[in-house]
């Protein structure tokens, strides 16, 4: 993953502290809405607000650990979604509602840079997925 682009992405999630849990508000119920099914591949309770906070900030810092576990992260991801039976559609509805979603929560923050970013990213996270996802039906 080019450096690059992981501190675009990153730069673009620094500017949501002190409104993670507004993110984290914004985020889930769109996600939820969009692809109901999503919400069993998140802890009992990710209706609560304090939950999905958690969530979140285990998902941030996921993303600033070491590249691998990152990636490990996105094929579990893959891997459970395969699991349940989902299509890796979803994926693609996870991804892209996160960064709607980030880009609302900025608002004049957001840089063109950032949407290219992500656009690589997801590109990047898709992939792994997808490699989790063929793990479980091997």
């Given at each position: ?90 994926c693609e509805v996870m991804a892209n509602t996160f960064v709607g979603a980030l880009k ?35």
């Amino acid at each position: 993953m080019d450096h690059l682009i992981r501190s675009q992405c990153q730069h673009s999630l620094d500017l949501l502290v002190g409104r993670e849990d507004a993110f984290a508000q914004a985020f889930f119920p769109l996600l939820f809405q969009r692809a109901p099914q999503l919400k069993s591949l998140f802890p009992k309770g990710i209706d609560d607000p304090m939950v999905q906070l958690d969530v979140l900030c285990q998902m941030m810092i996921a993303f600033v650990g070491d590249e691998e576990a990152l990636r490990t992260g996105m094929r579990v991801i893959g891997f459970r979604l395969a699991m349940r039976g989902m299509q890796m559609d979803y994926c693609e509805v996870m991804a892209n509602t996160f960064v709607g979603a980030l880009k609302r929560q900025l608002g004049n923050s957001w840089q063109s840079d950032f949407a290219y970013a992500w656009r690589i990213m997801k590109e990047e996270a898709l992939t792994a997925m997808e490699d989790g996802a063929g793990l479980m039906a091997a």
